[in-house]
């Protein structure tokens, strides 16, 4: 494999449990939870409530995938090199990227192809986030008559937070970022109860099982709520002791399950079929309900930079490989001047791609069962077929295939919505 080149703007440090679960949480809550009351809607309350359980579940698992991976590749760079040049390579502890995964198993293809597909998503994830931070805030302050007039306001703080160099110098942000999704979601919810118990019977007039086209829709939203999937190696990386990392894991996708089924069946139980595709819209307009909206894009606002951490590592090591554009032109200061410019542009690029995006929901929607569904069950169950298939269970191998085949499928349908137009939900 060719030699890895060190970024210097994305550090590894001594991340405690805490700030991991800290920045485990705020990589994956995002905008998609506001999605959920409409997907339950879609699909049905039950079918919703299952879809997001399979989804953690199965998003869990595929992550411990991409560390049963990587320790794999440790091991035979212990046999083979006696941990010489390839501990250079990685540093102390064997660091590896999801593009390093997939150039161990397919090559430099795989690495160009896992790339791309990540940056895709992170993409993708990242434009959500800017998209409603444009929609609310321009409903919220008249000043700012447009999204677009937002996101240009915007721009300077996150472009400022975009040169933080480490995920656990991200962890007071992440935590900040943390409550105040909490505080938010808890405000919907107590608005959802409030209507709940004026209507008396809370399931009465609402669907367990709403049609059969619904369901991977609602399938693609939950699999975008779990989109900080390509961070899960370098979460592992930065903690101090990362042996404590899959009990971490394990405590943050239960706990944010736990959350999503809870917020998505009392959105859609208090709303019903006029349950918007932004459940922020059902709310009363009230200064409640603009400081709900506030306090939500803060958190969003601050998440922005976790999201942004892949895209960065990858640029970043692109510019400086053996060949890349900045390394050839430039040294010293200059180089990490060049560097903090791609940063510039790449947050300016995504800010000018979200003025263009239509429907919140259906593009939600699309890259949770596109994008996110390659990112978070098709690579990891390829790359374990490739890295430890031969010597795994045939339990494990059949399970690394089934995730492979139904993610390829459900990309597939995904794609097929889009082009598709007389599909409706």
């Known amino acids: 494999m060719a030699t890895e080149v060190k970024v210097p703007l994305l550090e590894v440090r001594g991340a405690t449990p805490a700030q991991t679960l800290g920045n485990i949480v705020v990589s994956i809550v995002g905008t998609g939870v506001l999605g959920l ?21 199965a998003t869990f698992y595929c992550m411990l995938l991409l560390l049963d991976c990587r320790d794999k590749l440790r091991e035979q760079e212990t046999e083979e090199d006696g941990l010489g040049d390839e501990r250079c390579r990685h540093g102390d502890g064997g660091n590896y990227t999801y593009g390093d995964l997939g150039e161990r198993g ?5 690495r160009y192809f896992t790339e791309a597909i990540i940056i895709i998503g992170q993409t993708g994830g990242s434009v959500a986030y800017l998209v409603f931070i444009g929609q609310n805030l321009s409903s919220v302050l008249p000043a700012l008559s447009s999204s677009t007039v937002v996101l240009a306001v915007l721009l300077p703080a996150e472009v400022a937070l975009s040169f933080v160099r480490s995920l656990s ?13 909490v505080l938010a979601v808890a405000a919907v919810v107590k608005e959802d109860v409030q209507l709940l118990a004026e209507r008396g019977r809370p399931f009465a007039g609402r669907s367990a099982f709403a049609g059969l086209w619904g ?29 404590r990392f899959r009990p971490v894991l394990l405590q943050a996708i239960v706990g944010v399950t736990v959350v999503y089924v809870g917020f998505g069946v009392c959105g859609y139980l208090a709303y019903g079929d006029a349950t918007q595709d932004i459940v922020t819209l059902n709310l009363p307009d009230n200064w ?6 506030v306090v939500l894009c803060v958190g969003l606002a601050l998440t922005f930079a976790v999201m942004m951490y892949p895209i960065h590592e990858i640029v970043e090591a692109r510019l400086l490989a053996p060949g890349g554009w900045v390394r050839k032109r430039c040294g010293g200061v200059v180089q990490r001047a060049a560097l903090h410019l791609s940063r510039v542009a790449v947050v300016a690029a995504l800010a000018a791609i979200a ?25 990891p169950a390829l790359f374990h077929l490739r890295v430890v298939g031969p010597r795994a269970s045939p339990w494990a191998r059949a399970v690394d295939y089934f995730l492979l085949l139904s993610g390829l499928v459900f990309a597939g349908h995904g794609i097929y919505t889009v082009l598709a137009p007389s599909v409706n939900y």
């Open 106 to 110: 397919f090559g430099p293809i795989g």
């Open 215 to 243: 369901v991977p829709f609602a399938c693609g939203v939950a699999v975008f709520c779990f989109e900080g999937f390509c961070l899960t190696l370098a979460l592992e990386a930065s903690m101090s002791n990362r042996s």
């Open 37 to 57: 009351p409409f997907a339950f809607r879609t699909a049905g309350w039950l079918a919703g409530a299952l879809g997001v359980a399979g989804a953690g579940a």
């Open 288 to 293: 409640s309900t603009a400081a709900v909206k």
């Open 169 to 181: 110098a991200l962890a007071p942000f992440s935590i900040l970022a943390d409550a105040c999704t």
């Open 355 to 379: 003025c263009f995006v239509p429907a919140f929901g259906q593009f939600v929607a699309f890259v949770g069962s596109t994008v996110c569904a390659l990112l978070s069950f098709v690579l």
